[in-house]
C-alpha cells in the first residue's frame, strides 16, 4: 500500500497553473492558427520544464545515495513499475469486462500497459533504468534525456516514479513546495467509476482522496479536455475545438454530422443517421452548425485555420481523426497541418507539424471553417 508521500505527491499534481480564455477571442484564420501554435509552444516550454524539475527531485535523492543504496533503490522502482504494470492490466480488464470508465480513463490504461503489438509506457520507463549501471538513464546527465516529442510522457512517468519511491524512502513526509507543484500541468486527472476504488489501490498513480488516477502527458490524452481553463491533456478534436473557440468540445463524430447537414442537407441522412443526430445534437452538433461552415475538400481551396476531419464510414465515435490546416507542403498532394496525438509506436506524441495527405485509404475527410 501507499504512505502518505506518494498520496500526497498525487495530490499536489491537482495544483497546476491557471490560464483563461477571452471572452471573444478572435475567430479570423490568422487568429485560429496563432492560437494552436501557441498552445504548442506553451506545451513544449511546460514540458521542458516539468521533466527539469522532476529530475532535479530524484537526483537530489538519487546523489545523496551511495553505490549500494543506488542499486536498491532503482531495483524498487523497476519493482514497482512492474507492479504497477501487472495492476492497472487487471484494472482494465475489469473496465473492459464491465464496460465501465470514461474514454480518456480506459485508453490512458492502454497507452500506460501497452498492447500485443507494442510496449507501453510503465514498461518502457522501466527499460531506462536497467542494472547495468552504463545504460541506467538516471547516472546520466540531463543533456542526455534528450526529451523530443516521442518521449516526454515515459521520461516523465520515470521520474515520477522515482520521486515518489524516494519520498517514500525518506523519514520526512511532506508535501512538495507549493511554488513548484505549480509548475506541473500536463498530470492529466482521470475519474475512476464509482466503487473501483479498492481495484486501483497501491498504485502510484492513483490519488484515494480524489479517485482519479494522474496521468503523466506531453499534451495528449484520448478523451481528453480542458479542467477548470487550463490544458492538462487534449485530444486531437478537443484541440481543434478550443483553437476555433467552439462553443461546445466537438467530436470528430460531430464535426463529420454537422459538415454532412451543411454540404448535403438534412434529408441525405439515412434512418440510421437520424438516430445518431438525434442523440449527439445536444452534445454539440447545435452549435457546430451554427458556428462552422463546410468547405468541399476537393472543390474548394483550403484556407489556414481550417479543420480537417477523417472518419470512417462505420458510425463510431472513436473511429476519427482531425488536424488543422496550415497551408501546402513542399510535397506534392500533402499539406502541413497541426495537431496533438500520440502513437502506440512512439513515432509522435505530443502537440507536432507535420505533412499530411487529404485523402486516406478507408477514410472519408471533411473540411469544416470557423466562421468569423
Known amino acids: 500500500m501507499l504512505t502518505k ?63 549500494d543504496q543506488k542499486m536498491t533503490f532503482l531495483g524498487k522502482v523497476r519493482a514497482r513499475l512492474l507492479a504497477d504494470r501487472e495492476s492497472l492490466a487487471k484494472v482494465r480488464a475489469t473496465l473492459k469486462e464491465r464496460q465501465s470508465g470514461a474514454v480518456d480513463l480506459t485508453t490512458s490504461l492502454g497507452k500506460l500497459i501497452g498492447n500485443k503489438d507494442h510496449t507501453g509506457i510503465l514498461e518502457d520507463a522501466q527499460a531506462l533504468i536497467p ?12 543533456d542526455s534525456l534528450k526529451p523530443e516529442n516521442n518521449r516526454i510522457t515515459v521520461l516523465k512517468t520515470l521520474l515520477f516514479y522515482a520521486w515518489a519511491e524516494a519520498e517514500m524512502a525518506t523519514s520526512v513526509e511532506k508535501l512538495p513546495g507549493a511554488q513548484e507543484v505549480a509548475q506541473f500541468q500536463y498530470v492529466y486527472p482521470a475519474s475512476i467509476p464509482e466503487g473501483m476504488d479498492a481495484d486501483f489501490q497501491g498504485t502510484t498513480l492513483y490519488c484515494p482522496n480524489t479517485k482519479k488516477v494522474m ?125 496533438v496525438n500520440r502513437f502506440d509506436d512512439k513515432s509522435i506524441e505530443g502537440f507536432s507539424i507535420r505533412n499530411f495527405t487529404l485523402a486516406k485509404a478507408n477514410y472519408s475527410t471533411y473540411v469544416l471553417r470557423r466562421k468569423e
Not at 131 to 142: G, H, Q, V, W
Not at 278 to 287: D, Q, V
Not at 300 to 325: A, F, N, Q
Open 215 to 339: 496521468v503523466m502527458n506531453a499534451g495528449f490524452i484520448f478523451g481528453g479536455d480542458r479542467i477548470d481553463g487550463v490544458c492538462r491533456g487534449l485530444d486531437c478534436s478537443a484541440y481543434q475545438s478550443y483553437c476555433t473557440a467552439s462553443s461546445k468540445r466537438l467530436s470528430t463524430q460531430i464535426m463529420e454530422f454537422a459538415w454532412r447537414e451543411l454540404h448535403d442537407g438534412i434529408a441525405s441522412f439515412t434512418k440510421s443517421d437520424m438516430e445518431t443526430r438525434k442523440k449527439i445534437y445536444p452534445w454539440g452538433l447545435k452549435e457546430a452548425l451554427a458556428e462552422f461552415e463546410a468547405i468541399d475538400p476537393i472543390k474548394e481551396k483550403l484556407l489556414p485555420g481550417d479543420i480537417v476531419i477523417w472518419r470512417t464510414p462505420v458510425i463510431d465515435s472513436k473511429s476519427g481523426h482531425t488536424v488543422m490546416y496550415l497551408g501546402p507542403s513542399d510535397t506534392e498532394d500533402e499539406f502541413r497541418g497541426i495537431e
Open 131 to 142: 542494472e547495468s549501471k552504463e545504460d541506467n538513464l538516471l547516472y546520466r546527465p540531463y
Open 5 to 67: 508521500n506518494v498520496t500526497a505527491l498525487a495530490l499536489a499534481f491537482l495544483v497546476f497553473a491557471t490560464t483563461t480564455l477571452a471572452e471573444k477571442p478572435s475567430l479570423t484564420p490568422q487568429a485560429i492558427q496563432q492560437r494552436a501554435i501557441d498552445l504548442m509552444d506553451e506545451a513544449d516550454k511546460a514540458n521542458k520544464k516539468e521533466l527539469r524539475l522532476l529530475w532535479d527531485k530524484v537526483q537530489t535523492h538519487f546523489q545523496a545515495m551511495d553505490a
